[in-house]
């Protein structure tokens, strides 16, 4: 079984930035590839990044590309994800996924594990 614990959400304005952090346990962390999601009020869980269990690979969805980073420290068992230049269409409640692959995937329903999600707002 797989934990994860997401943190770093918040309020903050528009051209803010933030840093969300998710904390895994439970298995070989190194061996997973991880992903960020996100869900509006209203509309369906999003793909927003995902990254490789060797950290070689990124891939972001066009509305973030440019503006958010995604990157892990396998020491830690974490993943992150910077985002800059926020704007308000990011508010959403955002989740962390892992996967019991090293490859990284941009559906949902390829992740194994989900984190409790944390809410991210931004103000215009």
């Known amino acids: 079984q797989v934990q994860l614990v997401e943190s770093g959400g918040g309020l903050v304005q528009a051209g803010g930035s933030l840093r969300l952090s998710c904390a895994a346990s439970g298995r070989t962390f190194s061996n997973s590839a991880m992903g960020w999601f996100r869900q509006a009020p209203g509309k369906e869980r999003e793909f927003v990044a995902a990254?490789?269990?060797?950290?070689?690979?990124?891939y972001y969805a066009d509305a973030v590309k440019g503006r958010f980073t995604i990157s892990r420290d396998n020491a830690k068992n974490t993943v992150y994800l910077q985002m800059n230049s926020l704007k308000p269409e990011d508010t959403a409640v955002y989740y962390c996924?892992?996967?019991?692959?090293?490859?990284?995937?941009?559906?949902?329903?390829?992740?194994?594990?989900w984190g409790q999600g944390t809410q991210v707002t931004v103000s215009s």
């Open positions: 996924a892992a996967r019991q692959l090293r490859l990284m995937n941009i559906y949902a329903n390829a992740y194994d594990y």
């Open positions: 990254i490789s269990a060797s950290d070689r690979d990124t």
